[in-house]
């Protein structure tokens, strides 16, 4: 049964700090401005050099090839947190790490490092149980990460945050719980052909169960999901509208908060895959207006093995266990038992405790940057990247040209005209340290639908710098001349 | 000491066959890859007679070359295991005798492999033997040939021959794993099936490029492709040991007049059961 809420009333509301503090742990909060999300609209960001205005690459400079932004010289976000992330400070096969992969996970401050060590030495103990010291301790961190977590991206109360193994076990929960529950034959599952793996395969497995149909929204020419056309595909048959929030291969970014306004039109619900936008922009669950919403702490440089669902409460409370076993129950007899209220009803057995106060202490250090600074410099670091490597030739890169319609997320998936993306990716670790990812980055639909069998995919986060593209840039060159030159 | 004449079937990776020749050929390899030609002598292959010298790429300072090689000494007995193999490092001019057999292949190719002092050499390797690899017949790029579980397209064809040696044909998108693919076609090409199937991904992990890991990830290029050839000789094993059985080992049929041979296994045992049940079947007693 979860512990009584008392430490919510102990929070202090500390407006961010303009500085890193990245040695602090502390339950420290951040009074959120009101920042829409709204598609294209509303973003701080600084104009966008546009196609024409790029100069020709030189391979010895890729930084005379674009306009260099204030915000990406030295003292720039990038170079103050780098300190605080003593991964990042190593050699691979003889070359300086550059660690582009943080769409597939990020990497950990010394902040989180800490309070997961400090948990295990001072407090270790199992949750919701136990009546001593310990155990009381760490049911107060573990419950006072929930509530972080709730104020992070402003759920009404911490009820109305679950605790998973991951984003993919949390969508799991709702397809499993609300979805065998809500879903009958004929009834309607809208998704986009630019989803992860994760959130298609669990609607697939229920959709078989209950007769229900999925259907897809595709791209314009634009390589975005046509969003024009999804309102169209929204009917009285439509139960669940589950969409990205960002690509994790497009880089585009959907008005999420227009999707469920249009959604709640025709009385169907709403789920946001928020893996690759939590981590790098506020996100307002309430303003957003969504229903269910999935992250993963391990893409918001929070330890791996906890994720999270945002559930509205009517919702929760609607819905049966997904798993069955200690914690999430009431009473249990022989033939029958009964369910504790959510959140605990959908956590099941012992919960990663380590991992939820790391989550926590993840959440502490964010915050103490400001969400927004995060995503303002990312959004800056995108535009260069995205420049930098369309100057490449026979280079191709998907999803939007960035403009003051569409926004990219700091994030390139691309390909190089006759050279493997594997072979590219293997080769830049090999001979240069750079660390990308090669292959279709579960989106097997997505690269199906552009008509290719894998990509390359380079994607930033807070503490990279403009110099990390540079050296990207520099490294891609001399891989495709090295292919170029052997074939 | 044995001569370079003599059996240079480890290095075959180079170039897909050697002719053979009452007299040693004098090869001369051009190398688009690395500036300067080789001479050597070659020896034909025991396993495939019929193809072409290919003139393959070598580097001038290649392990084969000027760093111990991998030579069987008749003297020691053969292990299956390639950890406690018989082949031992020689110094470049002491040349094996007898063809390698898988286990040994192994090992002489983790041994070059372990060789190369930086892993973007081991790349520059696998590049090298990609260039070796045989034309791929477009007709076999389908589905039902493709090697699952790996992030680049690989396909693979599987074929034994009247001799019960094993024919594999392989091609990949990616030229990375077309070089693993070339090693493994050297390893396995004209073995027996047993000494495929012996044959463990852990032997291969000296040679996985950027892979510390020996996991079976889908990346692990190695795992999959390998996991693969097993599977689909096995099949073909076991297709062929049913046919054997029933065929070439006719079972033989206990009777009150002795022991003799009688047609196959379902058949002597149908008699047997019905025999047992009391009932009057045709054939010996």
Redesign the interface.
């Given at each position: 049964m979860m512990a009584s809420t008392t430490m919510e009333s102990a929070f202090l509301k500390i407006p961010s700090f303009g500085f890193v503090n990245p040695n602090i742990a502390t339950s420290k909060l951040v009074s959120r401005s009101s920042v829409s999300l709204r598609f294209g609209f509303h973003f701080r960001s600084c104009a966008i050099s546009s196609a024409s205005a790029a100069e020709p690459a030189s391979a010895s400079s890729p930084s005379s090839v674009v306009n260099d932004s204030e915000k990406l010289g030295p003292g720039s976000l990038g170079h103050i947190t780098r300190p605080d992330f003593p991964i990042l400070h190593q050699a691979v096969?003889?070359s300086k790490l550059v660690y582009l992969d943080n769409a597939a996970t990020s990497q950990k401050p010394t902040a989180v490092l800490e309070a997961i060590q400090n948990y295990y030495e001072s407090y270790n103990s199992n949750v919701h149980r136990g009546i001593h010291y310990l155990s009381a301790r760490a049911t107060d961190e573990y419950e006072l990460a929930r509530q972080k977590v709730a104020n992070f991206i402003n759920a009404s109360e911490s009820r109305e945050i679950v605790f998973t193994r991951n984003a993919t076990e949390a969508i799991n929960l709702v397809a499993y719980s609300w979805g065998l529950t809500n879903l009958r034959p004929e009834d309607e599952i809208v998704l986009t052909i630019a989803e992860h793996h994760s959130n298609i395969v669990p609607w697939q497995l229920v959709a078989q169960k209950t007769g229900a149909n999925l259907k897809f929204l595709e791209l314009t020419e634009d390589e975005v999901p046509d969003v024009g056309k999804l309102k169209e595909m929204l009917s009285k048959k439509t139960k669940l509208v589950a969409v990205h929030h960002v690509s994790n291969m497009l880089a585009s970014v959907l008005p999420v908060d227009e999707i469920a306004s249009w959604a709640h039109d025709v009385g169907a619900k709403v789920l946001v895959d928020a893996c690759q936008s939590v981590p790098h922009m506020v996100v307002d669950v309430k303003k957003l207006g969504l229903d269910f919403l999935v992250a993963s702490s391990h893409k918001m440089c929070g330890p791996t093995g906890i994720g999270l669902l945002y559930g509205k409460s009517d919702l929760l409370n609607a819905m049966p266990p997904f798993l069955g076993g200690g914690e999430m129950i009431a009473d249990v007899f022989l033939d029958h038992s009964t369910y504790a209220e959510p959140p605990s009803r959908f956590e099941a057995g012992t919960p990663a405790i380590a991992e939820a106060i790391g989550l926590g202490a993840t959440i502490d250090y964010l915050s103490g940057i400001g969400m927004e600074r995060i995503h303002d410099y990312e959004v800056e670091l995108a535009n260069y990247l995205y420049n930098s490597l369309r100057s490449v030739p026979n280079i191709r890169i998907y999803g939007p040209d960035p403009s003051r319609v569409f926004k990219r997320a700091a994030l390139c998936s691309f390909n190089v005209e006759d050279?493997?993306p594997?072979?590219v990716a293997?080769?830049l670790?090999?001979?240069h340290g750079v660390a990308v990812r090669?292959?279709?980055h579960c989106a097997q639909p997505l690269h199906r639908y552009l008509g290719i069998?894998?990509s390359a995919r380079a994607s930033l986060h807070f503490y990279n710098t403009k110099e990390d593209v540079d050296d990207f840039i520099r490294a891609l060159t001399d891989t495709i001349s090295f292919?170029t030159s052997?074939k | 000491m044995q001569s370079l004449t003599q059996n240079l079937s480890f290095l075959s990776p180079l170039f897909s066959q050697v002719s053979e020749s009452p007299e040693p050929k004098k090869i001369q390899l051009k190398s688009s890859f690395f500036k300067n030609p080789i001479f050597f002598t070659s020896h034909k292959s025991v396993h495939s007679p019929d193809k072409p010298i290919s003139t393959g790429v070598f580097p001038k300072n290649s392990i084969f070359f000027t760093s111990p090689k991998c030579y069987h000494n008749p003297d020691k007995p053969i292990s299956r295991n390639p950890r406690n193999s018989s082949v031992s490092c020689i110094t470049a001019h002491e040349i094996p005798l007898q063809p390698l057999t898988v286990p040994e292949k192994v090992h002489c190719l983790a041994c070059e492999f372990k060789s190369l002092p930086e892993p973007i050499d081991r790349v520059k390797r696998l590049l090298h033997y990609a260039t070796l690899l045989p034309p791929f017949d477009e007709s076999g790029r389908v589905e039902e040939n493709r090697v699952k579980g790996c992030t680049t397209m690989v396909w693979l064809q599987v074929e034994m021959d009247g001799n019960r040696l094993m024919r594999y044909k392989v091609d990949s998108d990616s030229e990375i794993t077309k070089g693993f693919c070339s090693c493994l076609i050297w390893l396995f090409d004209g073995a027996i099936p047993e000494e495929v199937l012996s044959v463990k991904t852990d032997d291969l992990a000296e040679m996985n490029v950027g892979m510390p890991s020996k996991g079976h990830s889908r990346v692990n290029t190695w795992h999959n492709i390998l996991i693969s050839i097993q599977k689909k000789t096995k099949n073909f094993v076991e297709v062929k040991d049913k046919d054997r059985s029933l065929t070439e080992f006719p079972p033989l049929v206990g009777s009150t007049d002795g022991f003799s041979v009688y047609g196959n296994y379902k058949e002597a045992q149908y008699m047997q059961e019905s025999r047992q049940a009391g009932n009057e079947v045709e054939g010996p007693t």
């Open positions: 096969n003889g050279v493997h594997t072979d293997t080769f670790d090999q001979r090669s292959g279709h069998n894998a292919f052997f | -």
